[in-house]
């Protein structure tokens, strides 16, 4: 069936769409979501407010502000490109991203929400010693939050330099364009909190659904409604040819494959952003019916990628989606099938994706800098909810100049690869300790800070030392290398994702430190309360479990 010619011709992977209509799509929803988000600062009096909307949110709107803030410009647009370019093993970014949210819902919602307050650090420090707990807290969630952030940003210059039709050469235009983003993100940080960010992600949510549906939709159509007719041309129109229906043509090595299966399953449940949700809502029951709305908005969603991955290299002429541009892998697929106006709207759509998450992130890093760090570490909870909400807010702008340069770096690396690299973080860092405060009674601060610290050492160290940073062999078509670094090679860890040894590592470390600490009478005594407080929600915020 000849696909390609039923749709115009990009000219160009780096010149597509009218760059006037682009911006005017773009602008006029920064406009539209800048008014929700300053109608919500108008109604942030307090700490809670800023933090957590003041608990006001319900079950379905939160579900809907989760799955915009899981679903990032990695979902989009790195998993689109991943499977364009190499097919069965890019759809395993879908599958780990979705299974994950069982391990969030079954472990973690229901009993984080009851226990704590605003930030992970809470659940941690409700039965251990604050001041060291939180500031390890702080530290992972910063960290962690860093490298989500280096996706988003990466993600955002691709794009913008396309609509732009700015070239990959033109590193200042780029640069200027991910300056851009930051400066937004901030904004909608400084202005609106958690309440303006999470209407900001709901609006996108449902954008990014409908618009995935519409191409989706689209493709299918294409391909008589027939998924296998699709499939056999995207092989067919693919110079890897029926290996792109196949396991093993990105990860050779099996190992690694499982590497990046256990942190992507793992990693949702440690996420901060992720997390930080949970408290967006007034009970238990809440967070329960929130992370059932997300688990099947985000599957749905992780259903269209793998229509729009194999529709671009079925749909798009051989040859355009390349290790380079693999994140236009969608934007490009939308200006085949609709021109100049989809192209816009499915490019406007990502913007928001992109803004969204970050905003989220940013407000969830600069909340546990300002909570755990500030005001129960450095002021020994002796500040004012005023005095805190201040910090946050000059933690905001901090973040998002580190963000801005960190995006700058690693602009043209695929997000979803980067992403995957965040969640081996948040698998690493937190999630151990997480389950060991929830249960294991004789957890205590000295396995929580071998856990965290160590986790993230472990992690960190052999993500540095990885293939993923130096040391790939360059390719010839393109003349880069896949790695971040291009021209070194300092590389001695085999693995692309640490996950397989530093998930496990971290839970060992918790458990020779608790060991390594001793017999805590007191936080074991803390850990009943704890237990039927995370079970029942008695003690909590607006603590009503059903």
């Not at 600062?41 to 933090?51: I, L, M």
């Not at 519409?214 to 995207?234: E, K, P, R, Y």
């Not at 229509?307 to 290790?323: E, M, N, Q, R």
């Amino acid at each position: 069936m000849n696909v390609l010619a039923q749709a115009p011709t990009p000219p160009a992977a780096t010149a597509v769409g009218d760059v006037g209509l682009n911006i005017g799509i773009f602008l006029a929803f920064v406009a539209v979501t800048l008014v929700f988000v300053y109608r919500a600062s108008r109604t942030n009096r307090t700490a809670s407010d800023y933090y957590a909307a003041g608990r006001a949110f319900t079950g379905p709107q939160n579900g809907v502000a989760i799955a915009g803030d899981y679903l990032s410009a990695a979902s989009f647009l790195g998993i689109a490109g991943a499977i364009a370019l190499n097919g069965y093993d890019g759809f395993l970014y879908s599958i780990g991203f979705l299974v994950a949210w069982l391990v969030a819902l079954l472990l973690v919602a229901e009993l984080l929400r009851n226990t704590g307050k605003f930030t992970m650090g809470d659940v941690l420090a409700f039965r251990m010693r604050q001041r060291p707990v939180r500031a390890a807290a702080a530290t992972s969630t910063l960290v962690v939050s860093f490298f989500y952030l280096l996706a988003q940003m990466a993600g955002a210059g691709g794009l913008i330099a396309l609509l732009l039709q700015i070239p990959p050469s033109n590193t200042f235009g780029q640069g200027a364009v991910i300056a851009v983003v930051g400066i937004l993100m901030v904004i909608y940080v400084l202005v609106g909190g958690m309440k303006g960010t999470t209407y900001v992600q709901i609006i996108k949510a449902v954008l990014l659904i409908i618009g995935a549906a519409v191409m989706t939709v689209w493709v299918l159509g294409i391909a008589g409604f027939n998924l296998s007719a699709l499939l056999g041309d995207a092989a067919a129109a693919s110079p890897k040819g029926e290996a792109v229906l196949a396991p093993g043509l990105q990860y050779t090595n099996p190992i690694d494959f499982v590497s990046l299966g256990l942190a992507l399953v793992l990693g949702t449940a440690g996420l901060p952003h992720i997390l930080m949700r949970f408290y967006t809502v007034p009970t238990a029951k809440e967070a329960r019916r929130s992370v059932v709305w997300a688990i099947w908005l985000i599957g749905l969603f992780y259903l269209f990628t793998l229509v729009l991955g194999y529709g671009a290299a079925a749909l798009l002429p051989p040859g355009t989606i390349t290790s380079a541009n693999q994140n236009n892998a969608a934007p490009l697929l939308a200006y085949q099938l609709g021109g100049e106006a989809l192209l816009g709207i499915i490019s406007a759509i990502a913007f928001a994706t992109i803004l969204a998450v970050v905003a989220g992130l940013t407000i969830t890093a600069s909340a546990s800098f300002a909570h755990d760090v500030y005001a129960n570490v450095i002021k020994r909870g002796q500040a004012s909810p005023d005095s805190e909400v201040r910090v946050a807010r000059i933690t905001a702008l901090v973040i998002g100049v580190v963000a801005i340069a960190g995006g700058i770096i690693a602009n043209g690396q695929n997000i979803a690869f980067l992403v995957a690299l965040a969640f081996a973080v948040a698998a690493s860092a937190n999630l151990p300790t997480i389950l060991y405060s929830l249960f294991w009674k004789k957890f205590n601060t000295t396995g929580a800070l071998f856990s965290i610290y160590g986790g993230l050492a472990i992690c960190i160290i052999l993500i540095v030392f990885s293939p993923a940073v130096s040391g790939k062999p360059v390719n010839a078509a393109t003349g880069r290398s896949a790695s971040m670094l291009q021209g070194v090679d300092f590389h001695w860890f085999p693995l692309d994702n640490p996950g397989l040894v530093s998930i496990p590592a971290s839970f060992l470390l918790g458990i020779i430190g608790t060991y390594v600490g001793g017999r805590r009478p007191v936080e074991e005594g803390k850990f009943a309360e704890m237990e039927v407080r995370s079970l029942t929600g008695a003690g909590s915020e607006k603590a009503i479990s059903h």
